[in-house]
């Protein structure tokens, strides 16, 4: 009996609780208007949005894209927002999990207030190789992952290699009291720009996450020592001296440019069997 009654109670909790599916709904228009206008939207645009909710966003975006394809977990949400939708011509409600979606085949953006909880998730789906489509994105984020994504240096592998194939900026910061409920920290407008000619080419992304991996195991080692034993003294002389890293830079400050040149670098003139496996 008494398990049951625990059982019930967690059962409760989750669906029941606000905020299992990171329901802040954003009520503040200018805010929204400031979300869309993060990135230049045409009639020609496919705009994914991520968690629609009650389709505060949704609308706006119609106004300015071709397609708006609004994906929705909630029920309840999917329910009202077919009927609030019903006709209109560019909106698209598809009920589901955005983690077991596919995702468009054909160039799309992305803008959405997405649910937290599934931040990692969801940057996963869009910036890895399941995104081959994905142009650009205004997306919100909790300040503090805004800030990761965002600062110069970072010591994630998989980060950089990211932002070789995208640029991530901080458009700006909302007070979380612009959101309904509201969550329990600020959040950003974070931009995402593919980039016009990708650092590394994107079939090499994993085998730069390893290079970046094995520097970045110690990342206040020297850069000339870090590379000791993937380049020889010679090579470790042109190869610092092209990508402009200085000998006792740190590995943590070294720009996603300079990763780039050392990376490059080492796939042209280092035999593949000193290549950091990943
Ligand atoms: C932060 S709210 C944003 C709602 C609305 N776009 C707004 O800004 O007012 C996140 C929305 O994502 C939905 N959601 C949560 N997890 C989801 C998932 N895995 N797939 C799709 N939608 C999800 C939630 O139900 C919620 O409506």
Redesign the pocket.
């Given at each position: 009996m008494r398990k049951q009654n625990k059982k019930h109670r967690t059962v409760r909790k989750h669906k029941s609780g606000p905020n299992f599916?990171?329901?802040?709904?954003?009520h503040h228009p200018q805010t929204i208007r400031e979300l869309i206008n993060t990135i230049q939207i045409q009639r020609s645009d496919t705009v994914l949005?991520?968690?629609?909710?009650?389709g505060?966003?949704t609308f706006p975006i119609a106004e300015k894209a071709g397609r708006v394809l609004a994906?929705?977990?909630?029920e309840d949400?999917v329910k009202a927002l077919r009927i609030k939708a019903d006709g209109h011509p560019r909106i698209k409600i598809l009920h589901?999990?955005?983690?077991e979606m596919r995702l468009p085949s054909s160039p799309f953006c992305v803008i959405?207030?997405?649910?937290f909880s599934?931040t990692t998730a969801i940057l996963e789906k869009l910036l890895g190789a399941e995104g081959k489509a994905f142009q650009k994105g205004a997306l919100i984020l909790e300040k503090g992952a805004a800030r990761r994504f965002t600062q110069r240096d970072t010591l994630e592998p998989r980060l950089l290699m990211w932002r070789t194939q995208f640029q991530f900026e901080i458009e700006n910061f909302i007070p979380r009291t612009h959101f309904a409920p509201p969550p329990r920290v600020d959040a950003a407008i974070v931009r995402i720009m593919r980039r016009e000619r990708p650092l590394v080419p994107a079939k090499e992304g994993r085998r730069f996450a390893a290079f970046a991996a094995y520097m970045l195991r110690e990342p206040r080692l020297m850069a000339a020592h870090a590379l000791r034993g993937i380049f020889t003294p010679a090579q470790l002389k042109v190869t610092l001296n092209q990508a402009g890293v200085g000998r006792e830079q740190a590995v943590a400050s070294i720009s996603v440019e300079q990763w780039a040149v050392l990376f490059l670098t080492m796939l042209r003139h280092v035999a593949p069997y000193r290549w950091p496996k990943g």
């Open positions: 599916t990171g329901q802040h709904l954003l949005e991520i968690g629609a909710g009650k505060g966003l994906v929705e977990i909630d949400f589901g999990d955005i983690r959405a207030n997405i649910p599934i």
